[in-house]
DNA sequence: GAATACATGTAATGCGTTACATGATTTA
DNA sequence: TAAATCATGTAACGCATTACATGTATTC
């Protein structure tokens, strides 16, 4: 019944009470390489988890600048998120435009496509050297009880590192497949 | 412009001619691992490439059922076709719930959350052996020539085979870090 | 007799993105 | 003074899914 931008944002909640604004922004951070979502989907789906009792609001008067409204998650809420959380995941196919252009590759230019494929295998590397870099620096942080922060950080990186090399590397196979072999 | 939707009729078309339902068909077979659409999203789709004469479509006439339309792509299809396949891919950050999950887990019940993430591992290791099977299957085909339908088809299979082994690996290691430590 | 495949569409609904709208404060 | 940040919303549009709609032929 609640959508999953609404679980999402009362994983948000379960740790702070935060305002629609600052949800936003927590969207457009680490999160955002597995679930994005921008204001104007969060200020809706924030007045429909209200009206379920998942979360309530306090307004915060503030000096020359509208009122803040701060949400909280409720008991219901927090039983919400953790029966989701648990609940059975159905597998859903994920569109990739990489893989469905791999599949037609035979109506590219070879040179063109060798240059594609190769300019994605780039962008998987940079983005895994980003992903590394992070991963060092979880590893100062104290980070073996899974009710930690830097625990959840670490999991997503895990994560964001698996995928992008796999990627990278199947870019690389496609790229050295498709590209013409240079004359000696 | 012409969407992705598009652009994978195009890709299916460039091979043979077809009719919409037949696309819909294929958009169910190997392709669905990673481009979907129903047959209500793909003949208003049909028309708008016609409309921009990217593919005609001939009328056939049957006995005893509707005439069939059998599309087929035009020169300036392949054109667009061709060059939309090497044209730049700006990264798009997917959603993926199981990553949210994981990084929500510390308000999760610790043995519900292990019992979730055996069995998001088992699924993905279920498809891994899937692909394996299909990629034995290719073996067996002439498939070296990247103009071959069997070059196309070991590309997504190396792909599947590729992520489904990441994200079995990665749920493997968040299972045992998420499992209550079990009693001698 | 019921379900599935063949065959082609439209309509309703939901989710997500981009744009519209407004206004104060702070930083470059 | 121009841009970015803080702060909260609504509206328009597009894409995808599900349901509606119709009718024949074949298979179980």
Redesign the pocket.
């Known amino acids: 019944m609640t ?3 609404g679980m999402a944002l009362l994983g948000l909640l379960a740790r702070e009470p935060l ?7 927590s969207l457009k951070g680490a999160i955002r390489h597995f ?13 429909r988890l209200e009206a379920q009792g998942l979360v309530v ?1 306090e307004r ?1 008067p ?9 949400f909280g998650i409720t008991e219901a809420g927090r039983r919400a998120l953790s029966a989701w959380l648990v609940s059975p995941l159905e597998p ?2 994920k ?1 990739s435009e990489a893989a469905l252009r791999a599949y037609c590759v035979a109506h590219a230019e070879p040179r063109e496509a060798g240059r594609f494929f190769r300019e994605q295998a780039l962008q998987h590397r940079t983005r895994l050297a980003e992903f590394e870099a992070f991963r060092t620096a979880l590893e100062a942080e104290p980070g073996a009880d899974i009710a930690s922060e830097a625990f959840a950080n670490t999991a997503v990186v895990m994560r964001g590192l698996a995928f992008e090399k796999a990627q990278a590397e199947w870019c690389e196979w496609m790229a050295e497949r498709v590209e013409p072999v240079r004359k000696r």
């Open positions: 959508s999953t931008l305002t629609g604004y600052e949800l936003s922004r679930w994005q979502a921008s204001h104007s989907q969060v200020y809706p789906e924030l007045a609001h915060i503030q000096a020359g600048k509208p009122d803040q409204k701060r859903v196919a569109r």
